[in-house]
C-alpha cells in the first residue's frame, strides 16, 4: 500500500478513537483515583521511587498487609503525571487517552505484520480503538495500566519478531532487536503481572509459523518443539526472574483475600467466561459493577448453560484453527490474557470481574473479527483496493462500537453518575451501593445515605466499609451514640482499618470519653502514622485532661506532619502564653 494511504489510515484510526473518548478530557478523579493518585504521597515525590520496586502497588501501612498488585511502571506513570500536571483531572485523562491511541496504533502493526493484510490490520485495529470494553480501562485514570501494559506487550512482540527477521534474512544471530525486545518486555512484567504470558504467545508463534528451516517436512514435531521453546527461552528466565522478585516484594506471588473452595471456583468459570464473551461481543450495558456471584452448587443458569455455549464456542474456534493458522494464533492471544484471572479468591468480593481485564485480550477479538469479515467474499467495487462491502462493514461495526463507547463513557465523568450506573446495572452488587452512598453523604444528601447503607447491611451486615460509613455520616449528624455503634462494629470486623479507629477517637473525644478517645486515635496512628489531624485530636483530649506537657507534644507533632495547621500553632501559643503566665505569677509571689 503506498504510503500516503498507510498515513490517512493511521490518522483516520487516531481521529476516530480519539473523537469516541475525548469526552473523558472532562471528567475528575473517581473511585480509586483519589486514594491512589490525589491522596497517594507515594507518586508525589522521586524519594519514594525505591519502594515502588518493594511492595505492593498500594502501600501498605502495616507490615502484616499482603496486596497482590506489583507494578513498579505503572507507579513511575503515575509520579510522571503528577510531576507535569500536578493533580489537574484533565491532564491525567490526557495522558491515559493518549496511552490507548498508541496501544490502537500498534494493534495496527500487529495485525499488519502477523496477517500481512491491510484491511485486516486497519480493521482490526479500528474496532479496538472504538471497543466500549475499554471505557474502564482509559475514561478512568487508575484502569490506566491496561494500556500501559498493551504498549509495552505488544512492542516487545513486534521487536522479537523484527529479531527473528534479522536471523533469518541475514543468517546472523539475533542483535539489537532481541535486546530490545527484552526490554521491553521486562517494562511489560513491571506494568502488570498479566505479561507473564508473553512467553506462551512466542511459543505459539514459532509453532504455528514456524522458521524456514523448520518447515521442511524432515523437521520433525519434537525439533519443532525445542526450536520454539528456545525462542522463548530468554523470555521465560526473565519471567523467572520476575516471580523471584515478586514473591520477594510481597511476601508471596499472590494472596487469598476470599477464602474459596475449589469448587465453587470451578462451578464458578462458566458463568464468568460467559459474561467476558457477551461484554466482547455485545457490549452494552456496562458499568464499574456487576452482578457476577459465586456459584456454589451445580445449576442449569449459571453453570449448565453457560458452560454449553462456551463449549460450542471453543469447539467452533478449534475446528477454525485448525483450516486457519492466523486464526489460531489470535484465539490463543484472547485466551491467554484472561487465564490468569481464574483464580478468583485473589479477587475481593463483588470484583471478581472488571470490563479493563478484556483490555488486552480484546486484541485477538478484534483481529478474529476482521479476519471473518475479510472472508466474507462478495462481488463488488473497490475503495482504496478494497471489497466495498467488506470495508462498509468494518465502518458500520465501528460506527455502532463509537456510539456506544461515547454514550457509556458519561457514566465515568464522576462517582456519582458511576456508583448510580452501577446501582442500576447490579443492584446486588454491595460495593455499588455503598459507593452510591458515601457520593451522597459527601454531597451532605444524609438522610438518602443512611437509607442507603441499611439496605447494604441487611444484605452484608459483616462489610466493614458499610458499618464505617454509616458511623462516619452519624458522626457528621453529631448521633454520636449511633456513630459509636456502627464505627466499634467496622472495627470488630476489620481491626486494621485506622479510618475506624480515628472516627471513633472522634466521636469518644465530643463524648467526654477522653481515655477512651486517646487510646482509639493511638491505634489510628499505629495502623497508619502519617494522617493529619491525629496528633492535634489527641493534644485536645490531653489539653481538657490539664496535662499540658502531653497536649504540647502532640501539636508539637502535628505541626511536624501539616506545619500549616493554624489551631495546632495556636493551641501551642496558648499553652506556652499561660504557662509562662504561671511561672511569672510564681515568681512574683
Known amino acids: 500500500m503506498p504510503t500516503r494511504t498507510r498515513a490517512l489510515i493511521i490518522g483516520f484510526l487516531t481521529l476516530a478513537t480519539l473523537a469516541a473518548y475525548i469526552g473523558a478530557l472532562r471528567y475528575g478523579f473517581v473511585y480509586d483515583d483519589p486514594d491512589q493518585i490525589v491522596n497517594n504521597p507515594a507518586v508525589h515525590s522521586w524519594s519514594r521511587v525505591p519502594r515502588y520496586f518493594t511492595s505492593d502497588v498500594w502501600p501498605h501501612s502495616t507490615p502484616d498487609e499482603v496486596g497482590n498488585f506489583y507494578r513498579p511502571v505503572f507507579l513511575l506513570w503515575l509520579l510522571l503525571n ?8 484533565t491532564w491525567y485523562h490526557l495522558t491515559t487517552v493518549a496511552l490507548h491511541l498508541l496501544a490502537t496504533l500498534l494493534v495496527y502493526l500487529l495485525a499488519l505484520r502477523v496477517t ?15 471497543h466500549p470494553v475499554h471505557l474502564e480501562a482509559v475514561a478512568w485514570i487508575s484502569g490506566g495500566t491496561e494500556p500501559l501494559l498493551a504498549i509495552f506487550f505488544i512492542a516487545t512482540f513486534l521487536a522479537f519478531l523484527r529479531s527473528r527477521d534479522e536471523m533469518e534474512n541475514q543468517r546472523r544471530l539475533r542483535g539489537p532487536w532481541l535486546l530490545a525486545s527484552l526490554g521491553l518486555y521486562v517494562l511489560a512484567l513491571l506494568a502488570k503481572e498479566t505479561a507473564v504470558v508473553l512467553p506462551i504467545i512466542i511459543f505459539a508463534y514459532e509453532w504455528l ?19 520454539a521453546l528456545a525462542s522463548c527461552s530468554l523470555y521465560l528466565l526473565l519471567t523467572a526472574i520476575y516471580l523471584i522478585v ?25 458463568s464468568i467466561i460467559l459474561f467476558y464473551v457477551r461484554l466482547l461481543v455485545w457490549p452494552i450495558g456496562l458499568s464499574a459493577f456487576y452482578d457476577t456471584p459465586y456459584v456454589t452448587s451445580f445449576s442449569l443458569r449459571y453453570v449448565a448453560l453457560p458452560a454449553l455455549i462456551v463449549a460450542v464456542i471453543a469447539i467452533v474456534l478449534f475446528l477454525w484453527s485448525r483450516r486457519s493458522s492466523l486464526i489460531a494464533f489470535f484465539s490463543l492471544w484472547m485466551l491467554l490474557p484472561v487465564l490468569p484471572l481464574a483464580n478468583l479468591s485473589v479477587f475481593k468480593e463483588g470484583e471478581i470481574a472488571h470490563d479493563r481485564y478484556l483490555y488486552l485480550a480484546s486484541i485477538g477479538f478484534c483481529v478474529i473479527v476482521a479476519l471473518a469479515i475479510k472472508q466474507i467474499s462478495l462481488e463488488s467495487v473497490k475503495i482504496f483496493g478494497q471489497p466495498a462491502h467488506q470495508v462498509l462493514l468494518f465502518l458500520v461495526i465501528a460506527a455502532f462500537f463509537g456510539c456506544a463507547t461515547t454514550y457509556q463513557s458519561g457514566f465515568w465523568a464522576s462517582d456519582e453518575t458511576l456508583s448510580a450506573r452501577g446501582v442500576a446495572i447490579a443492584p446486588n452488587n454491595f460495593r455499588a451501593a455503598n459507593n452510591l452512598g458515601r457520593g451522597l453523604a459527601q454531597k451532605g444528601n444524609y438522610d438518602a445515605a443512611i437509607s442507603i447503607f441499611r439496605r447494604v447491611l441487611e444484605q452484608r451486615p459483616d462489610y466493614s ?21 456502627y464505627l466499634k462494629k467496622a472495627i470488630e470486623i476489620n481491626p486494621k482499618d485506622p479510618a475506624a479507629h ?6 469518644l473525644l465530643e463524648m467526654g470519653r ?3 478517645a486517646v487510646s482509639a486515635l493511638r491505634q489510628a496512628i499505629t495502623l497508619a502514622p502519617n494522617t493529619p489531624n491525629v496528633h492535634y485530636a489527641i493534644g485536645t483530649a490531653l489539653e481538657q485532661k490539664k496535662d499540658l506537657k502531653g497536649a504540647l507534644d502532640e501539636y508539637r507533632l502535628e ?4 506545619p500549616n495547621h493554624r489551631d495546632a500553632s495556636q493551641a501551642i501559643n496558648q499553652i506556652q502564653a499561660a504557662t509562662n503566665s504561671s511561672v511569672s505569677e510564681r515568681e512574683n509571689h
Open 82 to 89: 503528577y510531576k507535569i500536571g500536578s493533580l489537574n483531572p
Open 116 to 130: 500481512k493484510d491491510e484491511l485486516v490490520a486497519a480493521g482490526g485495529a479500528l474496532l479496538f480503538g472504538l
Open 209 to 227: 509459523f514456524p522458521q524456514k528451516r523448520c518447515e521442511d517436512s524432515a523437521i520433525g514435531l519434537h525439533e519443532r518443539f525445542w526450536a
Open 246 to 270: 515478586r514473591y520477594l516484594a510481597l511476601n508471596g506471588l499472590g494472596h487469598s483475600l476470599m477464602p474459596l473452595q475449589s469448587s465453587t471456583i470451578i462451578l464458578t468459570w462458566p
Open 465 to 485: 466499609l458499610t458499618n464505617f460509613n454509616l458511623g462516619y455520616v452519624y458522626y457528621r449528624l453529631e448521633r454520636l451514640s449511633d456513630a459509636e455503634h
Open 502 to 507: 480515628r472516627f471513633l477517637g472522634y466521636t
Open 514 to 516: 477522653l481515655d477512651q
Open 559 to 562: 505541626l511536624a506532619l501539616n
